[in-house]
């Protein structure tokens, strides 16, 4: 009988396990790019340009 006996037998099985392998990599790197747009739009806090930046602003940018 040997190893190659059950190769047709659970083709597809292993078919649909790499299939499905496969998506959840692509999910997670999607999942993982959009986190990662997310994150930079809430850091891209401007100073107000009217303002001039004094060295609190520099020393402490968190004080509003």
Do not use: V, W
Not at 3 to 27: F, G, M, Q
Not at 51 to 64: C, G, Q, R, S, V
């Amino acid at each position: 009988m040997g190893i190659h006996y059950d190769y047709k037998s659970t083709r597809n099985e292993k078919a649909l396990k790499k299939e499905a392998k496969r998506k959840a990599r692509i999910e997670q790197r999607r999942a993982k790019k959009f986190s990662h747009t997310k994150s930079n739009e809430s850091e891209k806090k401007m100073h107000d340009i009217d303002k001039p930046i004094t060295l609190e602003d520099l020393t402490n940018p968190d004080k509003d």
